[in-house]
C-alpha cells in the first residue's frame, strides 16, 4: 500500500474513487455558478448537471439560493455551511447540509468552490413523524379530556332532569329547583366550555397595541377584589412605577391574568391554612417584562405540575374547564414569551409571565407592516 | 329494616346530587364524599354497603383510594362500582391502572352518563 502512494496513477486512481464514492454530493462551481464537476452519488440523486448552474440543479431555481454559502466563500475564502431544501431528479425532496470551500486553500483569488452536501433526509423524515406522532398524541389527548369534560356535563343535565321530575312527581317545589339550577349551571358549563376550547383552538395573531401593563394589573385586581375579600383572600398589587408601555394583546393578557389569578384564588380558598393571599407583580428585569401571579394557596404536586401546561386537565372537578392554563401558555408564546410555574405542594405557587422587550417590540413592528 | 348505605366519592356536585337522588328514591341511603380524604373517613365511619366511586379527583385518584380499601381487611369486601367520564366501559381495563395482581379488580365499571336502570339493578344484585 505504503509503495502505491508513490504511484500517481494509483493515487489519482484512489482520489477519482473517494471523490465519487464518499456519501455526500460532491460539486465543483466556478463563479459563474456553473458546475464543472460532480461526483457520481450527485449525477445518481440530481441527474446531469455538468455546465449548469448549482441552484437550478440543486433546487430549480433562476437565480441563486438564499443564505447561499458559496457567495459567503468566493467573497472571504472561508468555509460555509447552510441547511438547505432541494429537489432531486425524481422530484423527491432532499434535506442536505451543504459546506463550501475554496478549492484551492489560500489562494488570493477563488475561482472554484467545492460544495459537500451531506444528505439528512431520512433524519429529517423521522423527526416529521416524531412531531406528527406528538401532535396526534396532543389531538388525542385533547379530544379525550373534551369528552370526559363533556360526559361530566351530561351527567348534570340528566342530573337536573332527573330531579326535576322526581320533584314534580312528589310535588316538591325545593327538588324541582335544585334540579332547575342543575340544568342551568350545566348549561352554563356548556357554554363555557365551547367559549375556552373555541379560544383555544383559534390560532390568532396577538393583536398589538401600546399598552401599560400596570393598568392591567389594576384592571384586573379591581375585577377581583370582591370575589377575593369574601373568601377572606388578600389581592395585592405590586408594581414598578418606572414601566414603560410596550405593545402586548390587551384582550390577550387579561385573558391570562383572569386565568391565572382566578386559579390562584382557588387555590387559597383550597387551602386549610388562615391569612391566604395573592400577589399579583409586574416588573422589568434586563430587557425583561415579568408579570408574576403569586398564592400561598394549596400548592401543586409534582406529577400535576408536568402536565399542566400541556395537557387538558382541570383538577377542579366540574368547577374548570380544564382549558385555563393552555390557553394562557398559547397566549404568551403568541408574544413569544414564555411561562413557568414554581410551586411545592402545600406551599403556594408562582406563575410567572416573561416577555423580551425587544421581541414585543418586532412583533408590533411586523403587525404595523401588515 | 335498615336501609342499606352507599357512599358516593366523587368531587362534581352535580353528580353527587343526581345520584343521591337516584338512590334514595330506589329506597337506599346515600352519603356522599368529594375527596378520598373525608371518604375515607366516611368508609370507618359508617361501614357502607357499596361505594360509587369516580378515577379522576384532585389530590388523589378513585384508583389510589380503592387499593387502600383493598388493603384493609375490614374494608376490601365492600363492593365498589367505578362511575367515571374517563374511558368507555367495554374499555376499562383495571390492570392498565394496577399491576398489582394481588387487588382484585372493582366489581363493576359505569361509564358517565350511567344509565339509571342499569345503575340500580348493579346496586342490587351487589348489595344483596
New interface residues.
Given amino acids: 500500500m505504503t509503495g502505491s502512494f508513490n504511484n500517481k496513477n494509483l493515487w489519482k486512481q484512489e482520489y477519482q474513487t473517494l471523490f465519487d464514492r464518499v456519501p455526500c454530493y460532491l460539486t465543483v462551481i466556478n463563479k459563474d455558478f456553473r458546475i464543472v464537476r460532480a461526483n457520481d452519488a450527485f449525477h445518481e440523486n440530481f441527474g446531469d448537471a455538468l455546465n449548469q448552474h448549482c441552484y437550478a440543479i440543486y433546487k430549480r431555481r433562476k437565480t441563486k439560493c438564499l443564505n447561499c454559502p458559496a457567495v459567503k466563500t468566493f467573497k472571504d475564502g472561508k468555509v460555509h455551511r447552510s441547511h438547505q431544501q432541494g429537489i432531486g431528479k425524481h422530484d423527491q425532496k432532499i434535506y442536505y447540509v451543504v459546506t463550501t470551500s475554496a478549492l484551492i486553500k489560500g489562494a488570493n483569488n477563488i475561482n472554484y468552490v467545492i460544495e459537500i452536501s451531506s444528505d439528512i433526509t431520512p433524519m429529517k423524515k423521522l423527526e416529521e413523524k416524531v412531531i406528527e406522532t406528538k401532535r396526534l398524541g396532543a389531538v388525542g389527548q385533547t379530544v379525550?379530556g373534551l369528552?370526559?369534560s363533556i360526559?361530566?356535563i351530561?351527567?348534570?343535565?340528566?342530573?337536573?332532569k332527573?330531579?326535576v321530575s322526581?320533584g314534580l312527581k312528589k310535588n316538591n317545589k325545593e327538588?324541582i329547583n335544585?334540579g332547575w339550577e342543575?340544568l342551568e349551571?350545566?348549561f352554563d358549563k356548556t357554554t363555557s366550555l365551547v367559549k375556552d376550547f373555541l379560544s383555544f383552538s383559534k390560532g390568532r395573531i396577538p393583536d398589538l397595541e401600546m399598552s401599560n401593563p400596570v393598568d392591567l394589573i389594576l384592571e384586573i385586581v379591581d375585577l377581583y377584589k370582591d370575589v377575593a375579600a369574601q373568601s377572606g383572600i388578600e389581592l395585592i398589587p405590586q408594581f414598578d412605577d418606572k414601566i414603560k408601555p410596550l405593545p402586548f394583546d390587551k384582550a390577550g393578557i387579561h385573558t391570562c391574568l383572569t386565568n391565572l389569578v382566578s386559579n390562584a384564588i382557588d387555590a387559597c380558598l383550597?387551602s386549610e391554612q388562615k391569612g391566604t393571599k395573592v400577589l399579583i407583580k409586574v416588573y422589568e428585569k434586563r430587557n425583561r417584562l415579568i408579570i408574576e401571579v403569586h398564592d400561598n394557596g394549596s400548592g401543586i404536586?409534582y406529577e400535576i405540575k408536568k402536565k399542566i401546561f400541556t395537557t387538558f386537565f382541570t383538577?377542579?372537578?366540574?368547577g374548570g374547564t380544564g382549558l385555563g392554563l393552555l390557553t394562557t401558555r398559547k397566549i404568551v408564546e403568541e408574544h413569544g414569551g414564555k411561562i413557568t410555574v414554581d410551586s411545592q405542594k402545600g406551599k403556594g405557587a408562582t406563575f410567572k409571565m416573561e416577555f423580551l422587550r425587544e421581541r414585543l417590540m418586532a412583533l408590533y413592528k411586523e403587525s404595523k407592516k401588515n | 329494616m335498615s336501609l342499606k348505605k352507599i357512599l358516593i366519592v366523587?368531587?362534581?356536585?352535580?353528580?353527587v346530587?343526581?345520584?343521591s337522588?337516584?338512590l334514595e328514591?330506589n329506597g337506599y341511603k346515600a352519603y356522599s364524599a368529594?375527596d378520598i380524604k373525608s371518604a375515607m373517613k366516611f368508609v370507618k365511619e359508617i361501614l357502607p354497603d357499596l361505594i360509587c366511586l369516580d378515577i379522576?379527583?384532585?389530590?388523589e385518584t378513585g384508583i389510589s383510594f380503592y387499593i387502600k380499601l383493598q388493603k384493609e381487611k375490614e374494608f376490601k369486601n365492600i363492593p365498589v362500582i367505578i362511575v367515571s367520564?374517563?374511558i368507555e366501559s367495554e374499555k376499562f381495563n383495571f390492570r392498565s391502572y394496577v399491576k398489582d395482581e394481588s387487588i382484585k379488580p372493582p366489581k363493576c365499571y359505569m361509564?358517565?352518563?350511567?344509565n339509571?336502570k342499569s345503575f340500580i339493578k348493579n346496586i342490587e344484585e351487589l348489595t344483596n
Fill in positions: 379525550a369528552a370526559h360526559k361530566n351530561l351527567m348534570g343535565l340528566e342530573g337536573g332527573y330531579i322526581l327538588m335544585q342543575m349551571r350545566n383550597m404536586d383538577t377542579k372537578g366540574g | 366523587d368531587d362534581e356536585p352535580d353528580v346530587a343526581y345520584l337522588a337516584v328514591s368529594g379522576v379527583m384532585p389530590n367520564g374517563i361509564e358517565k352518563p350511567v339509571i
